[in-house]
């Protein structure tokens, strides 16, 4: 239901703030791991309530799960940014933060691969 905007989703006794239903039943849910959380101000202002935000994957199988988890470890090892950093290829700025910086041997494999 949509009151002043928002939308609720209720199950059982959660109400969420969300476009649900995502599952027509909680049971569904075999396996279940919260991978990440946040807090923010109600309407972004720093006088109102603060919230509680979770992020979380659900599985109809804990297989499934492990699976997800695997594929998302695997992904974390092969992040390019974190090889080209260790690597000291570029780095990266809190001012230009989506802007990579070539380092000497970084700047040379560019260069090189520029040629071809």
């Known amino acids: 239901r949509r009151v002043h905007g928002i939308t609720l989703y209720r199950c059982g006794p959660l ?48 297989s499934q799960l492990e699976e997800h988890l695997e594929f998302l470890r695997r992904a974390k ?19 230009s933060p989506g802007s990579a910086f070539f380092l000497p041997h970084g700047a040379r494999m560019y260069s090189k691969l520029m040629e071809m």
């Not at 109102?48 to 935000?53: F, L, T």
């Not at 992040?79 to 700025?93: A, V």
């Open 77 to 95: 090892e092969s992040d390019h940014r974190r090889i080209g950093s260790e690597q000291e290829l570029f780095f990266f700025h809190p001012l």
């Open 15 to 62: 109400v969420d703030l969300c476009r649900g239903p995502h599952l027509p039943s909680t049971a569904l849910v075999k396996a279940f791991k919260v991978v990440s959380n946040s807090s923010a101000y109600w309407k972004s202002k720093a006088e109102n309530d603060a919230m509680q935000r979770l992020y979380g994957v659900s599985f109809p199988k804990a």
